[in-house]
């Protein structure tokens, strides 16, 4: 059995936070319900000391969450908003409390006003008074992927110490490549004292395209937790998409020793779900749940799919709860998916006839990006109209 990676949904914290995608509570549950058919590991379900609609959005969905997932509520490393958080988390059946510092040089430096020692003393105290309220505590170190890395390991063995459950490593502004990132994560593995029992989350930002190629990365490197959001929303050029992880864990498991429990086929209506609750729309070219992600334009691919759709194919679309692959008519078509789709028009043509009609789908192909079902009807009709006179 390969291991089991939770998937941590932060879509109603940290994708909320894209400009323009803020949801009110009610918007929220829907999500989160959605969040729970797909089976994922924990909901991340706001920040309770932000604001009253954010507390009563963790209370809302910690009661409807039962123990079907984790529910996690955000805190700065700052004792109020701890224990705001852990009121709105009562409800909750499996609460986590989310709390952490910025460990890299600029945060503590130009944010946090604070030396090494003092952010490793504010970062034991936050975890140890979250322990008093709640037994599962993750510790983020914000910035991580520009720390120290000496610094990061002590600040983590603390945070493991102080009794922290989960402890997580954030490329909060998207910085870093595949392959450091990975070896920051297997160092940790090697130098923190008990992290072996303790599960290792990522948390990547996409701000150089890198965030599910880091968050894989990591995986192969031992962390066994991976924050994203649906269609990748989130801060600046968005979290890691969680469709993107969860497909390409799915297909590459067993060289990643990894698997989640997250139903696939799920992926299109959550992502549908989220677009049309925050107006926020999915690129086409997105892959796994954008319009294009199953679609084929050139004739030569065109002619490989209808042959056998593994040709240009990896993942078939009823996996992930898409329609079907489809065969976009535009001037690159050729023969085989003209002819494909008259027939499933129910139109079938001697091969001399068919010509005349490829060239006529072609005169109108060339004056259009994409030839639609009325204009092959037109076409044949007026084919009809032209050999009756
Ligand atoms: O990007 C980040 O570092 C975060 C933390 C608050 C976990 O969102
Ligand atoms: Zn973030």
Request: charged letters at 25%; one cysteine or more; proline letters at 2%.
């Amino acid at each position: 059995m390969t291991r089991k990676i939770n998937i941590f949904d932060t879509t109603l914290r940290d994708g909320e936070q894209s400009p323009g995608a803020s949801m009110n509570t009610e918007e929220k549950l829907i999500i989160a319900r959605q969040l729970i058919r797909m089976n994922v590991d924990v909901i991340e379900a706001g920040f309770p000391i932000s604001s009253p609609g954010d507390f009563k959005s963790v209370a809302e969905i910690g009661r409807i969450a039962g123990d079907k997932c984790t529910v996690c509520g955000l805190t700065r490393a700052v004792d109020k908003d701890i224990e705001v958080a852990a009121e709105a988390l009562k409800t909750a059946k499996r609460p986590r409390i989310h709390t952490g510092l910025g460990v890299s040089p600029s945060h503590l430096r130009d944010k946090l006003h604070l030396t090494e020692d003092e952010a490793i003393e504010r970062a034991v105290h936050a975890v140890k008074l979250a322990r008093s309220f709640v037994d599962d505590v993750e510790f983020y170190a914000e910035d991580a992927g520009r720390a120290d890395q000496d610094f990061l390991c002590r600040i983590i063995e603390a945070a493991v110490k102080a009794g922290a459950t989960v402890v997580n490593i954030p490329d909060t502004t998207g910085y870093n490549m595949p392959w450091a990132f990975g070896a920051r994560i297997a160092d940790l593995r090697e130098r923190v004292d008990g992290i072996e029992d303790v599960t290792i989350s990522v948390h990547t930002h996409n701000d150089l395209g890198m965030a599910t190629a880091l968050a894989i990365e990591a995986v192969r490197n031992g962390a066994t937790q991976v924050e994203c959001t649906i269609n990748g929303l989130g801060e600046r050029a968005g979290n890691t998409a969680l469709e993107e992880v969860v497909m390409a864990i799915r297909m590459h498991g067993q060289e990643l020793d990894a698997h989640t429990d997250i139903v696939t086929q799920e992926l299109t209506r959550a992502s549908k779900l989220v677009s049309s609750i925050t107006g926020m729309t999915v690129q086409a070219n997105k892959a796994i749940v954008g319009a294009n992600a199953f679609a084929h334009s050139s004739g030569i691919h065109q002619d490989g799919v209808l042959k056998a759709r593994d040709t240009y194919e990896i993942i078939d679309p009823a996996d992930v709860g898409a329609g079907g692959s489809q065969i976009i008519l535009s001037a690159r078509s050729g023969h085989a998916a003209l002819r494909h789709r008259m027939a499933e028009l129910g139109y079938t043509f001697e091969d001399d006839e068919f010509e005349s009609i490829y060239q006529a789908f072609l005169e109108v192909a060339d004056k259009k990006k994409e030839v639609y079902d009325e204009d092959l009807e037109s076409i044949v009709h007026e084919r009809e109209r032209v050999t009756k006179a």
